[in-house]
């Protein structure tokens, strides 16, 4: 245990702890109003205590994932298992899964695509370390990344999740260009490859997309086309935002909690 202390990079500690502390003190500000209101009916302090215990879980999870030396998520048989576990909870959550804000993705209130993004990071990661070290040939080493990656976007747009998946391509996209890939080379694969991904998104976007998922992204280019319908929410945390100004309207004190916003406690802090 010392030696994880004394290697511990503290320029990302602190600040994950700040985040935590300023997390817990949001929710609690955020959600009273709505744990009490007619729609929950729960105490003030509900959803304040639940974030206090996913907190405790994470940091028992954080120090174990610490302990644990990193050459360990390295090996084949853990980079095996992640793959096919993501896969399998992916699969299971698109045949037996609850519907839930029109995503088809979770099983006992777990969502599997939250577990599936640690997988795709660290199933990268140790691609990329191999190809540095030059362990495996490119295209031989690339194929179990792809595998895991690509079969589990396509689940999860299954399940009706666009927007993880996108979140997921966005991450795949970043740790490609962090990781000293020749950027021009794979620039003028992606040109080539165009032929293939066009029309997938062409289909996608004709085909796949659902109407409120349309309507995402229309709000999200001009939220103020239909801000009583669609672009309501968008709307709102904007009015919250400029509300505050730069110095905030004090703790507690906010107002689009008070019926304007669905669920304050959660994507708007």
Known sequence: MKRVWKS???SLLLPLVILCVLGVIMVYSSSSIVAISSKYNWPADHFFKKQLVALAIGTVILVIVAVIPYKFWRKKIVLTAMGLGSLGLLTAAFLFGKVI?????WILGIQPAEFVKI???ITLASFFAKKQERQTPFFQGIIPPIFVVGGSM????????LGTDILIGGTVL????????????WIKRFLLTSVVWIPALYFIGNYKLSLY???????FLDPFNDPQNDGFQL????????????NGRGLGNSIQKYGYLPEPQTDFI
């Open 8 to 10: 511990m990079d503290y």
């Open 101 to 105: 804000n029109g995503a088809k993705g």
């Open 119 to 121: 997988a795709v990071i």
């Open 154 to 161: 396509v689940l999860i747009l299954l399940q009706n999740d």
């Open 174 to 185: 970043i740790m490609f260009f962090c990781s000293g890939v020749n950027v021009n080379l």
């Open 213 to 219: 998922q349309k309507a995402r992204f229309s709000v």
């Open 235 to 246: 709307v709102n945390s904007f009015i919250g935002i400029a509300s505050g100004g730069l």
